[in-house]
Every structure is written in C-alpha cells, then in structure tokens.
C-alpha cells in the first residue's frame, strides 16, 4: 500500500485546513488509518484515527476542532482541521495498521506511512 498525503499549507490561527490520505495498492477499509504530527525538535504524536468499522478516536489536543472521515470511493482518508493554532504547526503523517483499537495511537504499530505534509499556523 502506497499513501500520499497532501493538503499542507500557512496559514493563519484560526484557519481551517483539510489534509488528505490517499491510498494506492490497497484499501483504507481493511484498515484503521491514523494521522500522526511532529513538531520541530518534538516527538511524533498521534493526531487522530479512523477504525476499518468507522470508528474514531482523537488526541484531546484536537477533540472538538479536527474531523476524521474516510470516503470509500476515492480511497481517501481526510482531517479537517477548524481553529488551528500555532501549536498545531507540524509535519502531518497519515499510516495505517491493523493493530487492536487499543492501541491505535501508538505509531510503532503502523506498517505503511505517508510522506508527511507540512502545516504552518501563524499567530
């Protein structure tokens, strides 16, 4: 499975952007897909994930300001991402896996990653 991730950008806080997963080679409903971000000089952390049954879970750094969705026909995973603040300026990852829900925000678990997309929020 190949994934490409796009939709990164400046942007000012407060903005909203959409980035999206897209999947070659296989397909994001036999896995749970995951976006993970790194700051600069920080660890990578997970973001969000989106089940293979359509479940989500969130970091509570996002909860209530980023939105998980899958669209089956265009075999895209996508994150909007509303109210964003210069705390959120990272490279973004998408990855999938097929591990157990319960550890879905561990990135080890994930077998095919994207390349990263860059977001800038400015304040």
């Known amino acids: 499975v190949q994934l490409q991730a796009s939709g990164g950008g400046l942007v000012q806080a407060g903005a909203s952007l959409t980035l999206s997963c897209t999947a070659s080679?296989?397909?994001?409903?036999?896995?749970?897909t995951g976006w993970f971000r790194q700051a600069p000089g920080k660890e990578r952390e997970f973001v969000a994930a989106?089940?293979?049954?359509?479940?989500?879970k969130y970091t509570d750094l996002v909860k209530g300001r980023f939105t998980i969705s899958r669209d089956n026909a265009k075999n895209t995973v996508s994150l909007q991402m509303n109210s964003l603040s210069p705390e959120d300026t990272a490279v973004y990852y998408c990855?999938?896996?097929?591990?157990?829900?319960?550890?879905?925000?561990?990135?080890?678990?994930?077998?095919?990653w994207g390349q990263g997309t860059l977001v800038t929020v400015s304040s």
């Open positions: 989106f089940g293979w049954s359509g479940n989500t």
């Open positions: 080679g296989g397909s994001f409903r036999s896995y749970t």
């Open positions: 990855g999938v896996t097929r591990v157990i829900w319960g550890r879905v925000t561990e990135d080890e678990h994930y077998i095919y």
